[in-house]
C-alpha cells in the first residue's frame, strides 16, 4: 500500500477537520510524507492552510474546486489551539459583544494574548489576522 493510501485512509478514520505535518510523521520520512501530501493536496483530499498546517476538503457547488469543509475561521483557531496557542475574542469583537458597538468587525481577527504570531493561516483570499495584547512602544514600527 502506497504511503498517500495510508494517509488518506488516516485522515478519512480522524474526527478532526485540521491536521499538522507533525500528525503523519510516523508514517514516513520528511520527504516522503511532504510528496504525499502535496499529491493529496493535488487530489483535493486536503486543502493547505499554511506551513504544516492542512485541512479536510470537500467539492466547491460553484467551481468545483476543493475547498476546506469548516470556515476558515473556524479551522485557523483549531489549528493554533493544536499548536498549543491560546486564542481569545478580538478586541473589536468583545466591544460588539458587550453592545459598546453596533459596527461588526471585518475580517477575522484573532486575539492571542501574550504571544505574537507569525504564522500565516488562511485558504485563498481569506487570511487570518492577529492582534496580542502587547504595548508598542513609541516610535517602533
Known amino acids: 500500500m502506497y504511503l498517500e493510501d495510508r494517509l488518506r485512509i488516516s485522515i478519512a478514520k480522524q474526527m478532526a477537520d485540521v491536521f499538522l505535518r507533525t500528525d503523519f510523521a510516523r508514517f514516513g520520512s520528511e520527504a516522503q510524507v511532504s510528496r504525499a501530501l502535496r499529491k493529496l493536496v493535488e487530489g483535493g483530499v486536503i486543502v493547505k492552510l499554511g506551513v504544516g498546517v492542512y485541512a479536510k ?6 467551481s ?3 475547498i476546506p469543509t469548516q470556515p476558515v475561521e473556524v479551522l ?3 489549528a493554533l489551539t493544536r499548536m498549543g496557542v491560546k486564542i481569545y475574542p478580538s478586541r473589536q469583537a468583545e466591544r460588539y459583544n ?3 458597538t453596533t459596527q461588526l468587525p471585518a475580517g477575522v481577527v484573532i ?3 501574550n504571544r505574537r504570531i507569525g504564522r500565516k493561516l488562511g485558504f485563498g483570499k481569506n487570511t487570518i489576522q492577529y492582534e496580542n495584547n502587547l504595548k508598542r512602544t513609541e516610535g517602533a514600527y
Open 64 to 66: 468545483g474546486q476543493p
Open 98 to 100: 458587550s453592545g459598546r
Open 57 to 62: 476538503a470537500k467539492r466547491s457547488a460553484l
Open 76 to 78: 485557523a483557531e483549531q
Open 111 to 113: 486575539n492571542t494574548g
